[in-house]
C-alpha cells in the first residue's frame, strides 16, 4: 500500500514558524506533483501550495508571501516552510500525491495550531 507521512506539526505563538515534512513511500517518490491541503475546524478542505517534479512550485492566495513548499531534488520528501504564523493558519494539514498510476494519495494530516 502505498503512502505518506507527515511530520512537524505543533502548538506555535503567532509569529512564529513551522516546517512541515511529507515523506512518500518508494511508488510515490515519483510522483508528478506533491502538495498540501489545509483544514479548519468546521471548514471544508482548502489547497495551500503544491510543487512538481520539474519543481514547478503554487500557492493559494497571498500564502506565498509566508509559506515555502520545497522537494528534495524530486525525491519522497516535500516540505512546507511556513513563516509568520497566525490563529487563521489553524488546522490539519494534508500532504497529498499525484501519481500517474496511483492517483491521488493522502497522508493522515498533521495539526498545526497557532495561539494568539
Known amino acids: 500500500q502505498e503512502q505518506l507521512v507527515e511530520s512537524g506539526g505543533g502548538l506555535v505563538q503567532a509569529g512564529g514558524s513551522l516546517r512541515l515534512s511529507c515523506t512518500a513511500s518508494?511508488?510515490?517518490?515519483?510522483?508528478?506533483?506533491m502538495g498540501w491541503f489545509r483544514q479548519a475546524p468546521g471548514a471544508e478542505r482548502e489547497p495551500v501550495a503544491f510543487?512538481?517534479?520539474?519543481?514547478?512550485?503554487h500557492y493559494a492566495g497571498s500564502l506565498k508571501d509566508r509559506f515555502t513548499i520545497s522537494r528534495d531534488n524530486a525525491g519522497p520528501t516535500v516540505y512546507l516552510q511556513m513563516n509568520s504564523l497566525q490563529p487563521d493558519d489553524t488546522g490539519t494539514y494534508y500532504c497529498?500525491?499525484?501519481?500517474?498510476?496511483?492517483?491521488?494519495?493522502w497522508g493522515q494530516g498533521t495539526q498545526v495550531t497557532v495561539s494568539s
Open positions: 497529498y500525491s499525484d501519481h500517474l498510476r496511483f492517483g491521488r494519495t
Open positions: 518508494r511508488n510515490l517518490s515519483t510522483s508528478k506533483s
Open positions: 510543487i512538481t517534479i520539474d519543481g514547478v512550485t
